[in-house]
């Protein structure tokens, strides 16, 4: 079993529709969860951080974390067509733990639709 | 442009030689790391530095694979005797640590092996 398991999709949905992405993880260590979004043929961009659990809201993006199921999400209000890419879920422990170095889920390709 | 830049962006080679990347990350980044994508998988991790010190390998890379960063600069990743396997994306990111975790990364160096 991987740390980090995300469904690769794809997940298509219509322009303007709510999109939730999800997460499981395995490490209770893991304190740093992250979205990374990449669109074809580019590297990882960082689009939303969250330490710890709880919401973070950033625009059209929400990210929450329940450490307690071991489950983070992703949601995308009004979704556009921009927003087709391959969203990708990392996370970390505290580096006064020791490591930081993020391990990532396997990404959920998003398709938007016109 | 200051982002992290990495050469090539695309190497073909035949098997059993060997290959060079390079990258350069974001110039007040003291932390480096390499990973690697294959298709529809998310980054997998390789190697970090911190300044000029390569502080962790993943117990996944072969001995074929040496990482340098002379001077806490550039880095560069040579692959020995390639192997079909190897074929991938090269994904180099810096950080500078302020928010662990939080990666930059570079558009990838993409490795066919024949």
């Known amino acids: 079993q991987k740390e980090v398991e995300q469904d690769p999709g794809p997940l298509s949905v219509p322009e303007g529709a709510i999109v939730s992405l999800n997460c499981t993880y395995s490490?209770?260590?893991?304190?740093?969860f992250m979205w990374y979004r990449q669109y074809s043929r580019k590297g990882p961009e960082l689009l939303m951080y969250t330490y710890s659990s709880g919401n973070k809201e950033d625009g059209r993006f929400t990210a929450q974390v329940d450490k307690s199921s071991k489950y983070i999400s992703l949601f995308i209000r009004d979704s556009q067509p921009s927003d087709s890419a391959t969203y990708l879920c990392a996370m970390s422990v505290d580096s006064s733990g020791g490591s930081y170095i993020p391990t990532f889920g396997r990404g959920t390709s998003l398709i938007v639709h016109p | 442009d200051t982002g992290v830049s990495q050469d090539p962006r695309h190497k073909i080679t035949k098997r059993g030689q060997n290959v060079t990347f390079r990258c350069d990350p974001i110039?007040?980044?003291?932390?480096l790391y390499w990973y690697r994508q294959t298709l529809g998988q998310g980054p997998e991790f390789l190697t970090y530095f911190q300044n000029e010190a390569q502080l962790e390998k993943s117990r996944l890379l072969s001995d074929r694979f040496s990482a340098e960063r002379p001077k806490g600069s550039f880095s560069t990743l040579e692959i020995q005797r390639t192997e079909q396997g190897d074929s991938a994306m090269y994904l180099c990111?810096?950080?500078?640590?302020?928010?662990?975790?939080?990666?930059?990364f570079g558009e990838g160096s993409r490795l066919t092996v024949l």
């Open positions: 490490n209770s260590a893991f304190q740093y």
């Open positions: 110039s007040e980044h003291n932390r």
């Open positions: 990111a810096s950080s500078f640590g302020r928010l662990d975790g939080e990666l930059f």
